[in-house]
């Protein structure tokens, strides 16, 4: 018998994971998305993979232009993961008017400059798996990296940080 959907989403929900913005700047736009799905695959190369919706328009545009940024968000980004996981978004500048970011300088990405940390990458591929598909991507740099900044958690459908207790405004 298959596991039910609601029961499996539940037990995930149990594990803490770390909240990243992924944006692609396209010739048009600027694309971003929350990621909560995401993990180290490798060190030499640097290589990390990020689970984005098959039938998402992110996973396309990264397709599509090949780099992208993956800002960890820090515990006083809470507002803006939670506007970058809104369906029917605008602009990812736009998103983030009050916020302090750059760009990457190989994919031009947005990243965030008071984050945790922020990766420029290059798609190694995509993979299929399921109603989703796994982005590799190759680490070709490292434009923000701040230690003392509390990172951005995900625990059972909210966020909170690094205490569990709910995260910043910011």
């Known amino acids: 018998m298959p596991v039910d959907r609601t029961e499996f989403a539940a037990a995930l929900s149990q594990y803490a994971a770390g909240v990243c913005l992924l944006t692609v700047r396209d010739d048009i736009d600027d694309v971003g998305t929350t990621v909560s799905s995401v993990m180290s695959v490798s ?11 098959a039938d998402g328009y992110p996973a396309e545009v990264l397709e599509s232009v090949g780099t992208c940024a993956l ?15 809104s369906a029917g978004r605008p602009s990812a500048r736009h998103l983030l008017e009050t916020v302090p ?14 984050a945790p940390a922020a990766l420029d990458c290059r798609l190694e591929r995509l993979v299929e798996a399921g109603d989703h598909v796994l982005a590799l991507l190759e680490v070709v740099g490292v434009p923000v990296l701040n230690p003392a900044v509390p990172p951005l958690l995900r625990l059972r459908g909210r966020f909170v940080d690094e205490t569990g207790a709910p995260a910043g405004r910011g």
Not at 71 to 85: D, K, W
Not at 101 to 114: D, F, M, N, P, Q
């Open 101 to 114: 970011w750059t760009r990457a300088e190989t994919s031009g990405g947005i990243v965030l400059r008071e």
């Open 71 to 85: 800002t960890v968000l820090g515990a006083a980004h809470a507002i803006v993961a939670s506007r970058f996981s």
């Open 43 to 53: 060190s030499a190369p640097p290589l990390v993979a990020v689970g984005l919706s």
